[in-house]
């Protein structure tokens, strides 16, 4: 995904079609200037015991690790795309401007077989269509009313299986014949899954890689953190009376 000298954010869907998971990769066009990064505190745990006294329920205790979100805003224009001049993709960007980025963005936020249903989703049931399948006959391996599973990709050490929980566009300008949007700002919220979350992921090939970028994510943030100890470590030591 690295393109030219710097490496472009993106959205990773998978889809489990043909007896693997296909991805569907939504590349930025320009990098967000901004990016809001959220955490909230876990849940208290339920008390269990007395509030006071032997066995008196531990008021730390909590139900699981904090939550964590993202948000930004996308800019999209597709004039720099025509002037590129990258068949097919200029050719398109002229009938369609960014009508195309703007519907895989949408299709993120619906069930993967649900009468909307993801890019992939829709483009494998063709397939099978075509192939002589029924869609009466296919057992779907994504349960009905499951979005599809995302990874948001911000840099090699920042992929992480998330949820998209807003989507809010700002048409900008439009072409004058056709009336598609040529530019506009999108508004995107993100929620990252959780482990609860993953562990409830149904195809295996897709779980298996959603949880390697969620563990890998946990050990850089470990790592990190623990250099951040290490250079600190004599600033520390002054601080402290004992």
């Given amino acids: 995904m690295a393109t030219g000298s710097y490496f472009r954010g993106a959205f990773i869907e998978f889809t489990s079609s043909f007896l693997v998971p296909i991805p569907n990769i939504i590349l930025f066009q320009y990098n967000p200037e901004t990016l809001t990064h959220t955490w909230t505190p876990a849940a208290a745990a339920a008390p269990s015991g007395p509030a006071q ?20 805003t996308l800019s999209l224009d597709s004039s720099d795309t025509i002037a590129d001049g990258s068949a097919p993709a200029s050719a398109l960007a002229s009938v369609s401007g960014i009508y ?74 439009y072409d004058p014949t056709l009336l598609v ?5 999108a508004d995107i919220g993100l929620k990252v899954l959780t482990q609860n979350e993953i562990d409830a992921l149904d195809d295996g090939l897709v779980k298996d890689l959603v949880q390697t970028a969620y563990t890998a994510m946990s050990v850089l943030r470990q790592g990190l953190a623990l250099a951040n100890i290490v250079n600190s470590a004599d600033a520390l030591a002054g601080m402290l009376p004992f």
């Fill in 53 to 72: 006294g032997p066995g008196a329920a531990n008021p730390l205790a909590v139900t699981g690790n904090p939550g964590e979100e993202f948000s930004f």
């Fill in 100 to 173: 195309p980025t703007l519907a895989a963005l949408e299709l993120l936020l619906f069930p993967s077989t649900s009468g909307g249903g993801s890019a992939l989703s829709l483009a494998t049931s063709i397939g099978g269509s075509l192939l002589g399948g029924s869609s009466g006959g296919v057992d779907r391996s994504v349960p009905v009313s499951v979005v599809p599973t995302v990874l948001f990709v911000w840099g090699p050490g920042r992929i992480l299986p998330v949820r998209v929980t807003s989507f809010r566009v700002t048409e900008k300008l």
């Fill in 181 to 185: 949007p040529t530019h506009a700002d």
